[in-house]
C-alpha cells in the first residue's frame, strides 16, 4: 500500500472523528442504527491516519502526501 494521506490531512481526520464519536455517544437517537453508522464512521476515519492511506483516495486519484511521504517504501 502506497501511502496517500498527508499529515494535514491526518489532524484533520482524527478531530473530525473525535467529534464525531462524541455527537454519536452524546446525542439520543431514535434507532440505534444511526449511532452504530457514526460510530463506524469514526472508526474508519481513526484507522486511516495510523495507517496513512485511504481507499476511496485510491479510487479518486488523490494524493495529500508530500514527496517526503513514500520515502522508505
Known amino acids: 500500500m ?3 494521506v498527508g499529515s494535514t490531512d491526518k489532524i484533520v ?3 473530525l472523528a473525535i467529534a464525531i464519536g462524541h455527537f454519536a455517544n452524546s446525542t439520543v437517537f431514535e434507532s440505534n ?3 452504530y453508522l457514526l460510530f463506524t464512521i469514526a472508526g474508519i476515519m481513526l484507522v486511516t491516519p495510523i495507517i496513512s492511506f485511504c481507499p476511496l ?3 479518486f ?3 495529500t502526501c508530500d514527496e517526503t511521504c513514500n ?3
Open 13 to 15: 481526520r482524527i478531530i
Open 71 to 73: 520515502v522508505g517504501n
Open 57 to 59: 483516495y485510491t479510487l
Open 33 to 35: 442504527w444511526i449511532q
Open 61 to 63: 486519484g488523490i494524493n
Open 2 to 4: 502506497k501511502k496517500n
